[in-house]
């Protein structure tokens, strides 16, 4: 892995009395290594597009996120407060894994990329499009006889543990930070939460 990706540190979240450790990396470095990676440098997308497969224009085309309605939807409510902005569409996904055959040792991985990569280089990890986010607590909860009782409360802190990690998106989006593209180019990035996949990226 490039060593522009930062180091994991170990968090701590509470619930119901109850402590647990995520392992995580800055989301907003994490965000700086794939949008300033020389590699992407000419892949990269800076704003929406609208494409059509007829002459007229009255029937659209959707196939990369910055021909979606979403992204020209936020960038134009973006920019009647804020003009100027690149918005950096950040996708998360996450997949429990089992790691052993035996023991029922388990990690709980979470990868994030960016939705100004083409969806090519996302989907291959042996572009380098994907980065490992986080390490989820994977905690059994034995001690919750109550199945949906056991059950919510892993969900709970699974929620929380990503609101801990995402919490720099929140100003970050709404402000902007300068950000250079691989090439050296800084513009004002405002990055968002476009999509979430429990399963693996599309």
Known sequence: MPSSRPRFKRGTVSLQGESFH???RDIIQC???LYGH???SSHL???PERHYSDPDQTIRVYHEMHTGKWWWATQTKLEEKCPGATIIPIIIATDKTQIT?????QAYP???TIGNLPKDIRRKPSRGGQILLAYLPTEKLEHITNTSARRRMLLNIMHKCL???LSPLKDAGSNGLPMASG???VRRCHPIRGLSSHERFL
């Open 101 to 105: 055959t035996w023991g029922g040792k």
């Open 45 to 47: 997308v800076f704003a």
């Open 38 to 40: 020389p590699q992407f």
């Open 22 to 24: 995520v392992y995580f």
């Open 110 to 112: 979470v990868y994030m």
């Open 183 to 185: 090439n050296g180019f």
């Open 31 to 33: 965000i700086r290594a």
């Open 163 to 165: 609101k801990h990690i």
